[in-house]
């Protein structure tokens, strides 16, 4: 299974991203996927997560009505909107997969991207 993340960049605070995971070796309907953010010095935290079974879907809860996670089956691609971003939002953000029907928000994924860069600052 790979995961290629895509989307990163700087934005000024109240700015908006799309990030894209784009999965090849297996399919959206048998993995769940998640993203993580990483900030230097600390663990890889969950941020979003979407089920292979129902594409239901998990948040940090601080992040709900500012980020929302989707994926598009055909494309075998997760997607995560980021609205409203802050320099508190800055990190790596990996996406993840499970070969699981529901997803999860804790570092228990044995799939990983390389991570896309996310930088909030004015």
């Known amino acids: 299974l790979q995961l290629v993340e895509s989307g990163g960049g700087v934005v000024h605070p109240g700015g908006s991203l799309r990030l894209s995971c784009a999965v090849s070796?297996?399919?959206?309907?048998?993995?769940?996927i998640a993203w993580f953010r990483q900030v230097p010095g600390e663990n890889r935290a969950g941020v979003a997560c979407?089920?292979?079974?129902?594409?239901?879907?998990a948040y940090d809860d601080p992040l709900k009505g500012r980020f929302t996670i989707s994926k598009d089956n055909a494309r075998n691609t997760v997607y995560l909107q980021m609205n409203g971003l802050q320099p508190e939002d800055t990190g790596v953000y990996y996406c993840?997969?499970?070969?699981?029907?529901?997803?999860?928000?804790?570092?228990?994924?044995?799939?990983w991207g390389q991570g896309t860069q996310v930088t909030v600052s004015s």
């Open positions: 993840a997969a499970e070969r699981n029907k529901w997803c999860r928000l804790r570092d228990v994924y044995a799939n």
């Open positions: 070796g297996g399919t959206l309907d048998t993995y769940s």
């Open positions: 979407i089920n292979s079974s129902d594409g239901g879907t």
